[in-house]
């Protein structure tokens, strides 16, 4: 886990993330992510996994962390504009297909974020909708691969971004 170097030296920003699995029979595992410090339990659901509250499977640690990651680049960039949230809640779904040999992969991927702030700060909250999503390192990273579809609904209306599959 060693951060890049830039111009100015070393680079936290460009830590490597480390998760670690633990097998804990089955589908079941632990992971531990040794970056942040914590655990997580992990099983497939029924009928491959044991039904078991264990934790999620691997699509929706996908979906959490972009849905996560959106919205966090959201708050980021109101942060810096010095934009207060009043209210802020996200739901982010992963649509799944089935390809060649019955296999399921992630179709597309949309991401709602719902957000409020007050009317005096509009202009404000305004320019952050144009550039947020770059800011968010996980849709930046996957995008291409299938269509992902971000709308915020605000108290002036919705803002929707669309990145497309290639």
């Known amino acids: 886990m060693t951060p890049s170097t830039y111009a100015g030296g070393l680079d936290p920003g460009l830590a490597d993330h480390v998760v670690e699995l633990d097998h804990r029979g089955g589908y079941n595992f632990t992971a531990r992510f040794v970056s942040e410090s914590g655990n997580l339990q992990m099983d497939e659901p029924e009928p491959l996994g044991e039904g078991e509250p264990w934790g999620p499977e691997g699509v929706s640690l996908l979906t959490g962390g972009a ?64 550039h947020f999503t770059e800011f968010c390192i996980v849709t930046e990273s996957i995008q291409g691969a299938f269509p992902i579809t971000i709308r915020v609904h605000h108290p002036w209306g919705e803002f929707v971004r669309e990145l497309p599959a290639e």
């Open 67 to 130: 849905g996560y990651c959106m919205t966090a680049s959201l708050v980021f960039c109101l942060n810096k504009v010095r934009v207060p949230v009043e209210d802020l809640s996200t739901r982010a779904m992963a649509h799944l297909k089935r390809v060649e040999r019955r296999l399921r992969r992630v179709s597309g991927l949309e991401i709602d974020i719902t957000v409020k702030v007050a009317e005096e700060h509009r202009k404000a909250f305004e320019r952050c909708l144009g």
